[in-house]
């Protein structure tokens, strides 16, 4: 296949922005980007999961 017979760049191509959530952690107060599902404070070391 040739590429110029692709009109439209596929799915995986499209750039979207990446949000990530923002949780205090309950130990120090320190507030946390978390990109995944835990994440451990700067601060503290504590491991800190989001609720959902």
């Not at 499209?14 to 130990?27: F, G, H, Q, R």
Request: hydrophobic content about 35%; proline content about 8%.
């Amino acid at each position: 296949m040739s590429g110029s017979q692709f009109k439209e760049k596929p799915l995986c191509a499209v750039n979207s922005a990446a949000v990530p959530n923002t949780v205090e952690c309950p130990s120090c107060g320190a507030v946390l980007e978390i990109w995944s599902d835990e994440v451990r404070c700067k601060d503290c070391n504590t491991c800190v999961i989001p609720n959902r």
